[in-house]
């Protein structure tokens, strides 16, 4: 069976940082592309980052140059370190086992809510 656990959300000013963590079971963390997608109040499913197989990253613009994505295998967790929050980034982030291509229909956990916020 197919789990994703988010954590790591919470309350951030704006510049500060935060490390969102999911762990994942049921599938074979290390040959599955990995992604994380945020949902702002209001607005649709949004891709932020990805990870392949082979540990090639892509990031939305948006975030480009302030996150990173970022997998331990031995411990089956995929990471997003978010640096330089901005309001724009309060959203609940979901990780999803797919790509930028899928994860509209990938499986995915139940959340974490990030809220930035002076």
């Known amino acids: 069976q197919v789990r994703l656990v988010e954590s790591g959300g919470g309350l951030v000013h704006p510049g500060g940082s935060l490390r969102l963590s999911c762990a994942v079971s049921g599938f074979t963390f290390s040959f599955s592309s990995m992604t994380w997608v945020r949902q702002a109040p209001g607005k649709g499913l949004e891709w932020v980052s990805t990870i392949n197989s082979g540990g090639t990253t892509s990031y939305a613009d948006s975030v480009k140059a302030r996150f990173t994505i970022s997998g331990n295998n031995a411990k089956n967790t995929v990471y997003l370190q978010m640096n330089s929050l901005r309001p724009e980034d309060t959203a609940v982030y979901y990780c999803?086992?797919?790509?930028?291509?899928?994860?509209?229909?990938?499986?995915r956990g139940q959340g974490t809510q990030v809220t930035v916020s002076s």
């Open positions: 999803a086992r797919g790509n930028q291509f899928n994860y509209h229909s990938a499986p």
